[in-house]
């Protein structure tokens, strides 16, 4: 006994609560349910370190915590109501397995949800054992932690513990509970569950929490709604240009899994694209493509469409005027989305400074990409390759033979930019990194961690740490996937 109690501030927990203050129609109390045997399967050091824990008091005595057996001092755990629009049906929803532990306050002063993800019934679960499979679990810890070395706002993945507890899925699978860790868990989904509800002071609340959590530089404005939308909008903007840029398909963008930091969330279906097209869909639910890799901006828009609607009672009092208002900022998403995109590929393509037949260039390559089904990360490591050889007339190991002249133009125009060459080079080389979770690679590494081998992750998580450097560790990892065989699906894997 002496030991646990120790435990719940040793490793250097400092939590608060803020979100536990706001009006309570936005959450409920609900407490981990404990499992039979916690054991950690994967602990994040450097995170830890980050926020303010000693390693290596969480390696000795962290699993109880992170499996939910033992509450830290100073934490008041709770569920957060949440509703969201799933594939374009609005349902009430919630956190169903997941509880927020409290808000970690770093050395540094920063604020840091604690949030344990399959840690057992709450009262949103509705039918729902609560629980996690491990795979998933230790899915959403590898691409998280990838998109974070990426330089990708996202949520990150403190820890993945393993129950000892079987849960009935297809078949009978291993437990487990991710600790997750985010700038907050405040959704559009969250201001949808406000709004519907029609609990003004909580949406008021609400907003003014957002704003000043994520949006500081923009809380003293006189329409608080309007500017969080604006702020949320630009962030989202940003986001999915970054996105499309390294091949991220998210998979399941619901409203209840975009979240207002503009932080990367919910991590379920998705996968990297190999070859490029942008019709691509891994999970197997997205029959209609909704989720597809180039319909990403589209879905976002319309995302914010569904945030604009809730926020609508707060803009203006006048719903003409809220409407008209949110209709303009709403406007906007397209082009700062291409902004943002075409910035993008400047850097994969390396060209310095702006000209008009920039973007021409760039979907001349990319449609050449899809024609041919070429690799969309390899053909990116290649250019980058090609402009740092000689005068660029080193060989392009491009496969299948560019489209006649476009090399020419290429090189033409990266030179008509040329501050130096070195600056292109590295900026090519940070725009278009070599080692992405390859979905063979990622499903190799959980088939070996659910056998009881977790090495096969680890080498991959060390490997995906330094993506844009070519080392002798990360080199097998750079490679597309053998191919033939069926297209790679995702399931939503709960
Ligand atoms: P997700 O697919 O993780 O984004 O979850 C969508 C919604 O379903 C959220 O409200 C979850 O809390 C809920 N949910 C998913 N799996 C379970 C489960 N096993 N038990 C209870 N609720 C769940
Ligand atoms: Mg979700």
């Not at 291993?174 to 860790?181: D, I, M, N, P």
């Not at 994969?348 to 050449?368: C, H, N, S, T």
């Amino acid at each position: 006994m002496e030991a646990k109690s120790d435990n719940k501030s040793a490793a250097g927990w400092r939590f608060d609560n803020s979100y536990a203050r706001l009006p309570d129609t936005l959450f409920s109390r609900a407490a981990p349910v404990p499992v039979a045997q916690p054991a950690l399967a994967v602990l994040n050091e450097t995170l830890a370190a980050e926020l303010g824990l000693d390693p290596s008091a969480l390696q000795k005595g962290g699993a109880d915590i992170f499996a939910g057996n033992l509450v830290p001092e100073g934490a008041e755990p709770i569920a957060q109501a949440y509703a969201g629009h799933q594939f374009g049906h609005f349902t009430n929803l919630g956190d169903g397995r997941a509880v927020l532990l409290g808000e970690q306050i770093t050395p540094q002063g920063a604020r840091f949800d604690i949030q344990l993800k399959g840690s057992g019934q709450t009262p949103y679960s509705r039918r729902g054992d609560g629980r996690a499979a491990l795979g998933p679990m230790l899915r959403e810890y590898i691409i998280s932690e990838a998109m974070h070395a990426l330089g990708i706002p996202t949520t990150r993945s403190l820890a993945v513990t393993t129950t000892g507890e079987q849960i009935a899925r297809e078949g009978m699978l291993q437990g487990a509970v991710l600790t997750r860790v985010a700038a907050s868990h405040i959704r559009v989904g969250t201001f949808e569950y406000a709004n519907a509800i029609g609990d003004r002071a909580a949406l008021e609340a609400l907003t003014r929490h957002t704003l000043e959590r994520h949006y500081p530089e923009l809380a003293g404005a006189d329409n608080p709604a309007q500017v969080l939308l604006g702020g949320v909008l630009e962030r989202q903007a940003k986001l999915i240009a970054q996105w499309l840029c390294v091949g991220f398909v998210h998979g399941v963008m619901n409203t209840d899994n975009m979240a207002l930091s503009g932080e990367t969330i919910d991590y379920g279906p998705c996968a990297f694209i190999d070859t490029y097209d942008p019709a691509t869909v891994f999970s197997s639910i997205d029959r209609g493509g909704r989720y597809a890799y180039g319909n990403q901006p589209n879905i976002a828009h319309w995302n914010l469409a569904r945030l604009a609607e809730a926020l609508l009672p707060l803009i203006d009092a006048d719903k003409d005027k809220a409407v008209s208002a949110a209709e303009n900022a709403l406007g906007e998403f397209p082009a700062r989305f291409r902004t943002h995109y075409t910035a993008g590929l400047r850097a994969k393509f390396g060209l310095v400074g702006e000209e008009d037949g920039d973007l021409e260039l760039a979907q001349e390559f990319l449609d050449w990409m899809r024609m041919s089904l070429a690799d969309f990360t390899s053909s990116f490591v290649a250019l980058t390759a090609a402009a740092g050889s000689g005068e660029m007339t080193g060989p392009l190991n491009l496969g299948g033979g560019l489209p006649a002249g476009w090399y020419a133009k290429w090189t033409e125009r990266v030179k008509r930019g040329r501050t130096n060459r070195s600056g292109i080079v590295e900026m090519m080389r940070k725009a278009n990194p070599g080692v992405i979770p390859r979905n063979h690679r990622v499903e190799e590494a959980l088939a070996a961690a659910s056998a009881g081998d977790f090495s096969v992750m680890h080498r991959l998580l060390d490997a995906l740490r330094d993506p844009c450097v070519e080392t002798p560790g990360n080199s097998p990892y750079r490679d597309a996937p053998p191919s033939g065989g069926p297209p790679y699906r995702t399931f939503c894997g709960t």
